[in-house]
């Protein structure tokens, strides 16, 4: 590499990844402190439901599969996952499930694209991010249906096996982590770099409701919800009252 690709490749892979994350995680803090009225997905279900309701499921279930496939094929310990499956086992497995899911996913994300641009009224309302983060989210996609089919050249799972230590890499603040991905198929790394473009715009856009979807997780653990009656609650003033008094 000339000393101008070397920088960029190690800014890049190595310093932009915890630009992007400090910004996800700070930024995603800072707007529901200080703008919580915008923490929403500005819903237009009123308008072509049925074509609402198929790209929304088609998405968001292979969406779901797509980032936890990521979060546990990536992040899982050597250690652990090798006990279960070779990284060819693997690879193969992961160009199955994520193959599939992706194509789910890019398909209801193709429908909900057309049926925002397609319908004035809905279009009327649509802020140009909107429909930027749609299409970043698309290309997203289709770079990782290109790497499934990029990885048919690496069956022998050693091109999964450098990614994933670099992904770790990240994780556990190797020194030099970027290297690994240098020789890496040019749509390895553009999916890497669009990957964390992403995180750095989430808390700028309408995505950040993400983060209300996985807090629901905590109505399954809070106490119950005590309802009384306006005469109970009556009741309960005038007690509070008594011992005040």
Do not use: C
């Not at 749609?134 to 790497?147: C, D, F, S, Y």
């Amino acid at each position: 590499m000339t000393s101008s690709a070397s920088f960029l490749h190690e800014f890049t892979f190595g310093l932009y990844p915890y630009i992007a994350l400090s910004v996800f995680f700070l930024g995603s803090l800072a707007r529901f402190e200080e703008s919580q009225y915008t923490w929403k997905s500005d819903s237009s279900q009123l308008l072509r439901r049925r074509q609402l309701r198929l790209g929304s499921n088609l998405f968001h279930f292979g969406i779901l599969v797509v980032f936890f496939g990521h979060l546990f094929g990536f992040l899982l310990p050597e250690s652990i996952s090798e006990h279960f499956m070779t990284p060819a086992q693997h690879l193969w497995l992961s160009m199955a499930g994520g193959g599939v899911a992706g194509l789910v996913s890019l398909a209801g994300l193709t429908i909900l694209i057309h049926r925002r641009i397609a319908e004035p009224r809905i279009d009327a309302i649509t802020r140009k991010w909107d429909i930027a983060i749609a299409v970043i989210l698309w290309v997203q996609l289709a770079l990782g249906m290109w790497t499934v089919y990029a990885a048919t050249d690496h069956l022998d799972g050693s091109m999964f096996v450098r990614l994933v230590a670099y992904v770790q890499g990240i994780v556990l603040f190797r020194a030099h982590n970027a290297d690994l991905l240098i020789g890496v198929p040019w749509v390895y790394r553009a999916h890497i770099a669009l990957g964390l473009t992403i995180f750095l715009v989430f808390p700028f856009t309408r995505m950040v409701h993400i983060w209300s979807g996985f807090a629901t997780v905590y109505y399954l653990i809070r106490p119950a919800q005590i309802v009384r009656t306006r005469r109970v609650q009556r009741q309960v003033a005038r007690s509070q009252g008594r011992r005040a008094a």
